[in-house]
């Protein structure tokens, strides 16, 4: 009879213990979505690596408008320049993975491996790719003012009739740096690199006639040329950008494989939660498609081509091959 209600007094124990660990883990699985629901619960810090009013800085604070109206919280550009864009995107590898600090960046994030040595980081393996927003065609600009060249025939024939190389402003690393270097290995125009930290700076020295040309995204190049102090004589893209009709692709013009666009993203540190990611990165895609967003994008030359987190995951893995050939190809090796 004892042992009989022993074993009932066990048989009790076990089930109460398995209910209540039952309700516990019932409880975290529900606590789980109710997590995701309430982010962001603070401010958000985005990592712009780069100065302000350049192409970076201007997606990034347009997308952060749309974000903040979208969650209720705000989502402040923060500018942290400096070794074309280490610098902000080192912190951002080494900040605590919870979804309150994002890196807005460019296509230079996975091309720097291949062309700066000791980043200190892995854009692949240190960061989630949240979402892209944007796709911006490069344009070879001149000064309209200390360029006597109206078209990419007479300024090949004009580079080419001087002493000296003709300088290009880029910061290292960026899709324009190797853009140029294609370009005058195309052309067989000698060039020389003047490496600049920040892109205001080098478009106002470009159309100073300090430096000789840029390879310049046309949302960062746009205020310039249409206040006439810069020319664009040809576009990267594979079909004339709406916004300047009049400016020939490099491919009508004879030369091919520089078809290099720069384009815009949002990046999380490894190990953000993936509801996060996801949250995040279905708003942003909803802000890039924004009729606000849009609108100013390709009034200035941009385009919008937005892309989920694991859209955008594979796109950043197949970017990063395909800079690393052309890095090889255009001579430019990791220093």
């Known amino acids: 009879m004892q042992r009989t209600q022993r074993q009932q007094h066990r048989r009790r124990l076990v089930l109460g213990l398995g209910a209540t660990v039952g309700a516990g883990l019932a409880g975290a699985l529900a606590a789980r979505p109710a997590l995701a629901q309430a982010y962001p619960a603070r401010p958000v810090r985005v990592v712009v690596p780069f100065t302000p009013g ?37 912190q951002v590898a080494r900040a605590k993975p919870d979804g309150y600090t994002l890196l807005a960046n460019s296509s230079i994030h996975v091309i720097l491996p291949s062309v700066q040595a000791g980043l200190g980081y892995d854009p692949l393996a240190d960061f ?21 060249a109206r078209t990419h025939a007479e300024f090949v024939a004009w580079a080419k009739a001087q002493p000296r190389p003709a300088d290009y402003a880029t910061f290292i690393g960026a899709s324009s740096h190797l853009a140029a270097e294609l370009w005058g290995d195309q052309t067989g125009v000698k060039v020389n690199t003047v490496p600049y930290k920040a892109g205001t700076s080098a478009q106002v020295d470009v159309a100073a006639g300090r430096v000789t040309f840029q390879m310049e995204a046309l949302l960062a190049a746009s205020p310039l040329l249409k206040a006439g102090k810069l020319r664009a004589l040809a576009v990267t893209s594979s ?17 091919a494989g520089i078809d290099t666009s720069t384009w815009h993203g949002y990046w999380a540190p490894k190990d953000t939660p993936r509801d996060v990611v996801e949250r995040l990165g279905a708003a942003i895609v909803k ?8 609108e100013r994008i390709e009034a200035m030359g941009g385009l919008i081509n937005a892309r989920n987190p694991d859209e955008f995951a594979e796109f950043c893995r197949r970017e ?4 690393a050939a052309l890095a090889k190809r255009a001579g430019v090796e990791p220093k």
């Open 54 to 90: 350049g192409n970076v800085d201007v997606m990034a604070r347009l997308v952060n408008q749309q974000l903040e109206g979208e969650f209720g919280q705000s989502f402040i550009a923060e500018n942290l320049a400096g070794a074309s864009g280490a610098i902000g995107a080192r």
């Open 239 to 255: 079909r004339r950008v709406p916004a300047y009709p009049e400016v020939p692709t490099f491919a009508e013009l004879g030369l």
């Open 320 to 323: 990063s091959a395909r800079w």
């Open 287 to 294: 802000a890039g498609r924004s009729k606000e967003v849009r």
């Open 128 to 148: 989630v790719p949240v979402a892209q927003v944007t796709e911006v065609p490069l344009a070879l600009v001149i000064s309209a003012e200390s360029v006597p």
